[in-house]
């Protein structure tokens, strides 16, 4: 695998595959690389024939009192990661080569980006479409692949595809959890073991939100306000706990056919998000 720092690197070898025919996926992560990335690694390996993973901690989705400066940064690790699974580009760029100078102009998804985590973090997905979108640009792939575990961000970004006819293709990749069902997150090494048990009711008031649903349960709100109980009881600080359009992301009314449940939640100063679904409703 060849580890690059500058776009025109990027522009080089893409074009040179491209002369081969040869179809392009693109990862873009912010490193620190764990087996959920390398989930998005394995997928774009069986769809693309080359594989490039960007690694950019993207100072404009970061709020000014958010962990910017000591997320961590691990790219020797985070290569040797991607050696052992096969890809074939890794692209590291600083901060002045993807922001050579002040930002003018921002891409940004109305409606979609503003509840939810939005809501909490202004200016959040911004940065998200705008770095994303100058990663389309840079690599120009075939495909591009996301996690759910971030399914708003998924949604947003396949809205901001849609809308500006990106050549690309958005394939979300199912969320990745350890043994216990702890969705896997750069911010769990934020946690101690202690900490990782009390997460774990995060997902286990998903899937019995989820287990109502299919037992036939309607009453969206209350069975969200009976979640957030259940969460705030066992320690956590409930950001919203959502039960909502999967598509549209807007609140789940009686008669939405596609579901999915998503939540935010604070265990001390570390914010961990996670979501299930899709449900199917008969309406
Ligand atoms: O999900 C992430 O790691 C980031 O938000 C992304 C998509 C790489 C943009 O910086």
């Not at 359009?245 to 939540?263: C, E, G, V, Y």
Request: glycine share 6%; proline share 4%; charged share 20%.
């Amino acid at each position: 695998m060849k580890t690059v720092h500058t776009i025109q690197d990027v522009r080089n070898q893409v074009r040179q595959w491209r002369q081969e025919s040869l179809t392009v996926g693109l990862v873009p992560t912010m490193g620190n690389l764990h087996a959920g990335h390398m989930s998005l690694v394995k997928t774009a390996k069986q769809h693309s024939d080359k594989v490039v993973v960007s690694v950019f901690v993207n100072p404009t989705q970061f709020g000014p009192n958010e962990d910017f400066d000591t997320y961590p940064r691990t790219l020797e690790q985070d290569a040797d990661l991607l050696t052992q699974h096969d890809a074939d580009l890794l692209f590291a760029p600083s901060v002045a080569e993807m922001y050579p100078q002040e930002t003018f102009t921002w891409v940004d998804v109305e409606h979609l980006g503003d509840r939810l985590c939005g809501a909490k973090r202004p200016g959040h997905f911004r940065g998200v479409t705008t770095v994303v979108s100058k990663l389309l640009h840079i690599a120009m792939p075939d495909h591009a692949y996301f996690g759910e575990k971030d399914y708003q961000q998924l949604a947003v970004l396949r809205r901001m595809v849609e809308d500006q006819l990106f050549a690309t293709a958005v394939i979300g990749v199912p969320t990745e959890r350890d043994a216990s069902g702890l969705a896997l997150s750069s911010r769990n090494g934020y946690l101690s073991e202690a900490d990782k048990e009390q997460a774990l009711t995060i997902y286990r008031t998903l899937t019995q939100a989820r287990q109502a649903i299919e037992a036939g349960e309607r009453d969206y709100a209350e069975l969200c306000q009976q979640s957030t109980e259940r969460l705030e009881q066992a320690g956590l600080t409930v950001d919203y706990f959502e039960i909502v359009d999967a598509n549209t992301l807007a609140p789940a009314q009686k008669n939405t056919a596609a579901l999915r449940i998503l939540t935010a939640a604070f265990l001390g100063t570390t914010r961990l998000i996670d979501n299930v679904g899709t449900i199917f409703v008969d309406i």
